[in-house]
C-alpha cells in the first residue's frame, strides 16, 4: 500500500470536495454581491453599467473566498473531515511548534 500518495479514487473524492466547496462559496458570493449592488443601486437595471460595477461583483467574491472561505473554511473542513478508507493530516516540518492559538482550534 501506498501511503504517501493517494490512489485514484481518493485524489477524486479529494478534489471534488475540494472543487465544490470553493466553487459553491465564489458563486454564492457573486450571485450575492450582485443581488446587493442592485439593491443599493436599481437604477443599473435600467442603465448599462459602467465596466467597475461589471467588474466588482468578481473582485469581491475572489477576495473573499480567497482570503477567507478558503483558509478558514474549506481547507480547515477538508483536514477534519474523514473520508472512506483516509483522511488528511496536517504536520509540520521542524522543531517550531504552532503558535497556541492554532492549537486550540
Known sequence: ?????????EAVRLGWAIFWRAVGSFVLFLVGT????LALWPELLRTS?????????????????????????????????HFRGFHIS????????????ARSE
Open 90 to 101: 496536517f504536520v509540520r516540518d521542524g522543531a517550531d511548534p504552532p503558535p497556541a492559538a
Open 34 to 37: 450582485n443581488l446587493l449592488l
Open 49 to 81: 453599467p459602467p465596466i467597475w460595477v461589471t467588474l466588482m461583483p468578481f473582485g469581491v467574491a475572489t477576495l473573499v473566498c480567497t482570503l477567507w472561505i478558503m483558509p478558514l473554511l474549506v481547507i480547515r473542513s477538508i483536514v477534519r473531515t
Open 1 to 9: 500500500m501506498n501511503q504517501g500518495r493517494p490512489t485514484y479514487e
